[in-house]
């Protein structure tokens, strides 16, 4: 079955930086998109960043652009977000998500598969 484990969650102080993976199994990890998504306290969840199958297109949340890379490592059926210049609205929920799809979707409904999640808690 299809399966998303997110890791790498934990305190930060402001400025910090934290790398997110997300390991995945139970399909074929190079015909599909993988998001991102956070959901902080009291908040709707929020797409983060997504990468298609290829890896050759990623896409970002405006408030985390040039703050976020996301990657993908297909030796490991892994992908990374690697988040710099973290700032206390960052602190959310972060879960992996996908849609079994190349591309991707930009509708929270429309990804079918997710992670339990990781917490990142900016904070000083």
């Known amino acids: 079955q299809v399966q998303l484990v997110e890791s790498g969650g934990g305190l930060v102080p402001p400025g910090g930086s934290r790398k997110l993976s997300c390991t995945t199994s139970?399909?074929?990890?190079?015909?599909?998109?993988i998001g991102w998504f956070r959901q902080a306290p009291g908040k709707e969840r929020e797409g983060v960043s997504c990468?298609?199958?290829?890896?050759?297109?990623?896409y970002y949340l405006e408030s985390v652009k040039d703050r976020f890379t996301m990657s993908r490592d297909s030796t490991k059926n892994t992908v990374i977000l690697q988040m710099d210049s973290l700032e206390p609205e960052d602190t959310a929920l972060y879960y992996c998500?996908?849609?079994?799809?190349?591309?991707?979707?930009?509708?929270?409904?429309?990804?079918?598969?997710w992670g339990q999640g990781t917490q990142v808690t900016v904070s000083s």
């Open positions: 998500t996908t849609a079994l799809t190349s591309w991707c979707p930009t509708l929270l409904d429309e990804y079918d598969y």
């Open positions: 139970g399909f074929t990890f190079d015909f599909y998109a």
């Open positions: 990468i298609s199958s290829s890896g050759g297109s990623t």
